[in-house]
């Protein structure tokens, strides 16, 4: 979906993907964690608090790596 916006290498790509199937991993085993380690009150808010505010950060993140590839068309 987002070929026609940004050009990105091959290896860029595998980049890509290979972060956010670490990321979603990585949320996974923490909300595992968190659930079966702490109280439901405190899994709760994780979820809510701690999952949005993880997911902001690596978002931002993927956007300062890809910025530079991204392909802004002037209008003419």
């Known amino acids: 979906m987002m ?6 290498p091959d290896a860029m790509w595998s980049k ?10 990585g949320m996974g085993a923490l909300n595992l964690i968190v659930a ?8 709760v808010n994780f979820k809510l608090f701690g999952g949005i505010g993880l ?3 690596f978002v931002v993140l993927q956007a300062v790596v890809l910025a530079k590839y991204i ?3 002037k209008p003419e």
Do not use: C, H, P, R
């Open 3 to 8: 070929e026609s916006q940004v050009s990105l």
């Open 16 to 25: 890509l993907q290979a972060s956010w199937i670490g990321f979603f991993a």
């Open 36 to 43: 079966y380690n702490f109280s439901t009150d405190d899994w």
């Open 55 to 57: 997911m902001l950060v």
């Open 71 to 73: 392909d802004e068309k």
